[in-house]
């Protein structure tokens, strides 16, 4: 048995990276979509925010939030198609792996400036919008490099890929 077909499989650390996989959308999930729910189901708060001549209006939040839950319905999206090219072995898995990891990282610190426009709570300053940013890097800083240098993530993740490369 040679070295890459024993290195071969969804075995070892890249577990753990299944289980980042399958929990990353349901935190989002977990996290976001409470907060649009009371925002939408409590009776006059969008209305008071969104509508021009009211004393809570707030131009531009409208434009924010629908783009901030457009981002996040994406990003759970990319989860889901990263766990389909996971479980497939796709050579696509590992550089897509690291795309979306890397548009996390930018939207978390982006999100909070643009929404410190509308609520100072919002901002970068926030302790759980540290927590959530150092979270990803850290988890970037750990699940980046091990795309990049692992024998196992090379061994596994060919189907697709032409015997050209």
Same mark, same amino acid.
């Given at each position: 048995m040679d070295e890459e077909s024993r290195l071969s499989g969804l075995k070892g650390w890249l577990l753990l990276? %299944?289980?980042? *996989?399958? @929990? #990353?959308? *349901?935190?989002i999930m977990y996290e976001v979509f409470p907060a649009y729910y009371s925002?939408?189901?409590t009776e006059g708060v969008f209305e008071y925010v969104t509508t021009p001549g009211t004393e809570g209006y707030l131009p531009y939040f409208l434009t924010f939030l629908v783009s901030e839950m457009l981002?996040?319905?994406l990003l759970i999206l990319a /989860?889901? /198609?990263l766990l389909y090219l996971f479980f497939t072995k796709s050579y696509l898995f590992p550089q897509l792996f690291i795309v979306v990891f890397f548009v996390s990282l930018v939207f978390i610190p *982006?999100?909070?400036w *643009?929404?410190?426009?509308?609520? #100072?709570? %919002? #901002? @970068?300053?926030?302790p759980e919008v540290k927590k959530e940013m150092m979270g990803s890097l850290i988890s970037a800083c750990i699940w980046v490099p091990y795309m990049?240098? #692992?024998k196992r993530v090379r061994a596994t993740f060919g189907v697709g890929r032409s015997n050209k490369e």
């Open positions: 990276v %299944m289980v980042v *996989l399958f @929990i #990353s959308p *349901l935190r925002f939408f189901m981002f996040n319905t /989860y889901v /198609y *982006l999100d909070a *643009l929404g410190s426009f509308f609520d #100072s709570s %919002m #901002s @970068i300053d926030n990049v240098v #692992s």
